[in-house]
């Protein structure tokens, strides 16, 4: 089975701060790798797919890039809208998500 | 607009059984594979089980192998999830997901998911 493990689990930040998590996949994954946004209560939203492919209507400040084992979601300048959690999920083989990270304000 | 409405949800006791329902709406439901993805109070998400359109093939989490079984019928435009022998470690908020791809990648829209809960 593949594992996801995602770093860091919590990360503080302001307004206006750029963002970077870290996923990595415990064997290669090729660029088969999605990111999600999930607010308390509320289901995820897809944010990226293919590992760097923005999904429709997701603001531009949301990129993701990597391939192989590693892989980053970068938030260039956060809203207040983006305090939420983030998870990646690989679809290499089977689906498997990361155990999430959660993005508060500092 | 895309929906997904799952319901069936409850309390249920140790070794008992529910089904899940997810009514889709919007799309034409019989052209992609769907999925159940789960997540546990304060938890992450997990990956539960996926069909592909026809229903031909099914895949399961192995946590859930034997005890849950996932079906679809195209003409109502539902998906279903059966679960029996439950147990605690079952509880968790279930959604309904649509899988986008030849072998259902990834989820690109998401129900409001169902609560299970496991408890005597």
């Known amino acids: 089975d593949i594992q996801m493990t995602q770093s860091p689990s919590t990360l503080s930040a302001s307004v206006g701060d750029r963002v970077t998590i870290t996923c990595r996949a415990s064997?290669?994954?090729?660029?088969?790798l999605a990111w999600y946004q999930q607010k308390p209560g509320k289901a995820p939203k897809l944010l990226i797919y293919?590992?760097?492919s923005l999904e429709s209507g997701v603001p531009s400040r949301f990129s993701g890039s990597g391939s192989g084992t590693e892989f980053t979601l970068t938030i260039s300048s956060l809203q207040p809208d983006d305090f939420a959690t983030y998870y990646c999920?690989?679809?290499?083989?089977?689906?498997?998500f990361g155990q999430g990270t959660k993005v508060e304000i500092k | 607009e895309v929906q997904l409405v799952e319901s069936g949800g409850g309390l249920v006791q140790p070794g008992g059984s529910l089904r899940l329902s997810c009514a889709a709406s919007?799309?034409?439901?019989?052209?992609?594979?769907m999925s159940w993805v789960r997540q546990a109070p304060g938890k992450g998400l997990e990956w539960v089980a996926n069909?592909?359109?026809?229903?031909?093939?099914?895949y399961y989490v192995d946590s859930v192998k034997g005890r849950f079984t996932i079906s679809r019928d195209n003409a109502k435009n539902s998906l279903y999830l059966q679960m029996n022998s439950l147990r605690a470690e079952d509880t968790a908020v279930y959604y309904c997901?649509?899988?986008?791809?030849?072998?259902?990648?990834?989820?690109?829209?998401w129900g409001q998911g169902t609560l299970v809960s496991v408890s005597s």
């Open positions: 997901a649509r899988a986008v791809g030849s072998w259902g990648y990834y989820f690109d829209y």
């Open positions: 919007g799309f034409t439901f019989s052209s992609y594979w």
């Open positions: 069909i592909k359109q026809d229903g031909s093939e099914k």
């Open positions: 064997q290669s994954i090729s660029s088969w």
């Open positions: 293919e590992a760097s």
């Open positions: 999920q690989q679809y290499n083989s089977y689906w498997t």
